[in-house]
């Protein structure tokens, strides 16, 4: 992270006080550790022109290290809720395309941006954010490339709940292969990650929605 993107990036403090006043659009409490961080963008080649979209960037923890594997190659387009965040990023990370909509708008969001197949969706939206809502991993399914490749996180203090179980198995569905990390300790909470592979979209689908 440059020391710009220091000095602009909301912190632990700025994180929270968001979450406090509109915690469905925050979502979690704390922004998430590099250690978490690195996990989640293991999928963004170090090679090539990447289309990178990132789901729910908050302090742009996630953001800092997608730029950091990205270095300057490829596309970067962030969807972020939260419009004091969506600013505070857009001065962060002036070469990061920093969207303020709801991520259930994916397809629509994209096709507006003329954003093609995307390599890798990074999601910085934790489970609860999925809950009660439209059918969001099936629309990052829809937006990915064939080989595309989807991380998403879970705190593990929520892994068991059935909502969590029902949201996993939703990603099982919607994905040929899903692999879980072992628990990034140095999280708090502490959680894990998903990396899904392959979505199982008709052609049809893909067609439809010009990817």
Known sequence: ?????????????????????????????????????????VGVPERGE??????????GAFTAAVQGRLRGRGRHVVIELNDRFATELGRAFPSVEVVCDDAVHLPRLLAGLGVGPVDVVVSGLPW???????????????VLSPAGVYTQFAY?????????????????EAFEEVVTSTTVW??????????????????????????
């Open 50 to 59: 990447p289309v990178v979209v990132e789901l729910g960037a908050g302090t």
């Open 186 to 211: 140095r999280n708090l909470p502490p959680a894990v990650v998903y990396v899904a592979r392959r979505p199982r979209v008709p052609a049809a689908e893909r067609t439809a929605t010009g990817t």
């Open 156 to 172: 593990t203090w929520t892994r068991w709940a059935a909502p969590a179980r029902r949201l996993a198995g939703g990603l099982r």
């Open 128 to 142: 609860i954010a999925y809950a009660g809502r439209p059918p969001l991993i099936e629309s990052v399914a829809q």
């Open 1 to 41: 992270m440059t020391t710009d993107q220091r000095r602009h990036a909301p912190g632990g403090g700025r994180f929270l006080r968001e979450f406090i006043r509109s915690p469905l659009r925050t979502a979690a409490v704390l922004p998430s550790s590099p250690r978490l961080a690195a996990q989640m963008v």
